[in-house]
């Protein structure tokens, strides 16, 4: 689905991040692989070249535009060219609501639009370019009513809406922009999650699991690279006339 193509993955954490660089890989791509974990950059990199692509590791602090200008200018230089960033990098969510968050609290996770907003801005000339595309990874938080969300679901209707500006400005000019939203990731941190809340009450983790799982229409919550194969579609040429949406990946716990 991206053979010959170049993929930047902006936010290679455990999990999705290298979900959807090796996933990227394995549909045919070439990966530019940034965070701020050198050592995780490089055992990712080491996946990527396994299944025979290339890897370009460039450790980046996503919140300073000069690394940033620096991370696609040595992709685009190493790799030749540059046709997909998927943006996954955040801010983690306070967990506080609206009324009891100070501004400067509210303040600092709003950073996280502006990082995406920053990547883009960068990897503008390259995509327009090569007719690429953006994939701006998303939350279920823009959808549902847990609470305690408070800055978290501004942040996130923010960054939703910044995808779809960005497909209005870009779209003329041949660049795709949109957005996943998954839920539950059943990836190592959930996991944990899990086994702690199921040692505290004495029952096992899949009874954690299918009490969450049973709000959705699957019954189970999707992997890592269940999320990263839907953002692998949307970069590809198959979606060539989908852009400005944002696609739910939650194993049917939200419907749009």
Same mark, same amino acid.
């Given at each position: 689905?991206? +053979?010959?193509?170049?993929?930047?993955?902006?936010? =290679?954490? /455990?999990?999705?991040?290298?979900?959807? +660089?090796?996933?990227? +890989?394995?549909?045919?791509? *070439?990966?530019?692989?940034?965070?701020?974990?050198?050592?995780?950059?490089?055992?990712?990199?080491?996946?990527?070249?396994?299944?025979?692509?290339?890897?370009?590791? =460039?450790?980046?602090?996503?919140?300073?535009?000069?690394? =940033?200008?620096?991370?696609?200018?040595?992709?685009?230089?190493?790799?030749?060219?540059? *046709?997909?960033?998927?943006?996954?990098?955040?801010?983690? /969510?306070?967990?506080?609501?609206?009324? *009891?968050?100070?501004?400067?609290?509210?303040?600092?996770?709003?950073?996280?639009?502006?990082?995406?907003?920053?990547?883009?801005?960068?990897?503008? /000339?390259?995509?327009?370019?090569?007719?690429?595309?953006?994939?701006?990874?998303?939350?279920?938080?823009?959808?549902?009513?847990?609470?305690?969300?408070?800055?978290?679901?501004?942040?996130?209707?923010?960054?939703?809406?910044?995808?779809?500006?960005?497909?209005?400005?870009?779209? /003329?000019?041949?660049?795709?922009?949109?957005?996943?939203?998954?839920?539950?990731?059943?990836? *190592?941190?959930?996991?944990?999650?899990?086994?702690? +809340?199921?040692?505290?009450?004495? =029952?096992?983790?899949?009874?954690?699991?299918?009490?969450?799982?049973?709000?959705?229409?699957?019954?189970?919550?999707?992997?890592?690279?269940?999320?990263?194969?839907?953002?692998?579609?949307?970069?590809?040429?198959?979606?060539?006339?989908?852009?400005?949406?944002?696609?739910?990946?939650?194993?049917?716990?939200?419907?749009?």
């Amino acid at each position: 689905m991206l +053979a010959g193509k170049v993929v930047l993955v902006a936010g =290679v954490g /455990p999990g999705l991040g290298q979900a959807l +660089a090796v996933r990227s +890989a394995v549909a045919g791509a *070439d990966v530019v692989l940034a965070s701020r974990n050198a050592e995780r950059l490089e055992a990712v990199a080491a996946e990527v070249r396994a299944a025979g692509r290339r890897a370009v590791v =460039v450790p980046t602090d996503l919140t300073d535009p000069t690394a =940033v200008r620096h991370l696609v200018d040595t992709g685009v230089a190493e790799l030749g060219r540059l *046709d997909a960033v998927l943006h996954n990098a955040y801010l983690p /969510p306070s967990r506080e609501n609206l009324l *009891d968050s100070g501004l400067d609290r509210v303040r600092e996770e709003l950073a996280s639009p502006l990082m995406a907003l920053e990547m883009v801005r960068r990897a503008a /000339p390259a995509l327009v370019e090569s007719k690429g595309s953006v994939v701006v990874v998303n939350s279920m938080i823009v959808r549902n009513r847990l609470p305690r969300f408070g800055a978290y679901r501004m942040t996130k209707a923010s960054l939703l809406a910044l995808a779809r500006g960005l497909s209005i400005e870009l779209g /003329p000019q041949g660049v795709r922009v949109n957005s996943i939203a998954p839920g539950y990731i059943m990836g *190592d941190a959930v996991e944990a999650s899990f086994a702690k +809340a199921a040692r505290e009450r004495g =029952v096992t983790p899949d009874v954690i699991h299918d009490e969450i799982a049973a709000d959705t229409d699957l019954r189970r919550l999707p992997r890592p690279e269940e999320i990263a194969d839907a953002a692998v579609f949307l970069a590809s040429d198959l979606a060539r006339a989908i852009t400005g949406q944002c696609l739910d990946v939650t194993s049917g716990a939200t419907h749009h």
